[in-house]
């Protein structure tokens, strides 16, 4: 018996998502990413060398000994298993940092975090109803797509924000980097950029795109899409979920609510 879809969507109910309007359990309580819980070099050392992408580095004579780098980070999650008392899972989507150096457990003071975010609000002054995106694809290894894709669908919805994808980077206000930098995908990338008008944005989407992941520094890729194109909003994960993705792009258009904006490391 074939189902009235009108009678099905009154059974559901409204599927997609409030957020940022109003808060979302998934949001908040996914594990978006891993937080360094105590100063222990000497269990660090055991996950240390299990790391498969050299995220976490140990130095004694820092006041914070443990730096864990969420951009190198692929939530593998065998620093917790081998060291739960030092290393865990910290809830929320909210990952996505105007700086790279906020993306270390132990960041530095190399950036201004205030003028970085006064900058961009300038930047971005405009962009408020009617954004549109332009995802290129600098050699993903498909995962990243999988999820952009996401935030057209009825959970997220995308476009209830006022937010479209483009196909023309001459229509883009942002420009949505995956992958990790392939050396043949150099030209394209910066003619792409090139074409983007100002004020644009880039975003780094992923732990691929911002380090080159498993494979970064290689003889076919880069160490991030940054040594590339300039990044304005940097999103880790292996690969980022929709939630964080939104709360990427959110972050760079100055549109989140304030709490979200109060973020730690």
Known sequence: MIEWWPLRGVRNGILTSRWPRAADPYF??????????SDDPVAAVAASRTCPTQAITIDESNERPIDLDRGRCILCRRCIDAAPTVFGWRPGAD?????????????????????????LARRVKWLRHSVHIRHVDAGSDGSDEWEIAALANPVYDLHRLGIFFTASPRHADILLITGVGAIGMTGPLLRTIEAVPEPRVVIACGTDAISGGLIGDGYAASRGIDTIVPVDVWVPGAPPTP????????????????????VSS
């Open 95 to 119: 990952v996505a940092r105007l700086s790279r150096s906020e993306l270390h457990s132990a960041p530095t003071d190399d950036d201004d975090l205030p003028a970085l975010q006064e900058r």
């Open 243 to 262: 939630f964080s993705l939104l709360h990427a792009i959110l972050l760079a258009l100055h549109r989140l609510p304030r709490s979200s904006t109060e």
């Open 28 to 37: 908040d309580e996914f594990r978006g990413s891993v937080a360094v819980l």
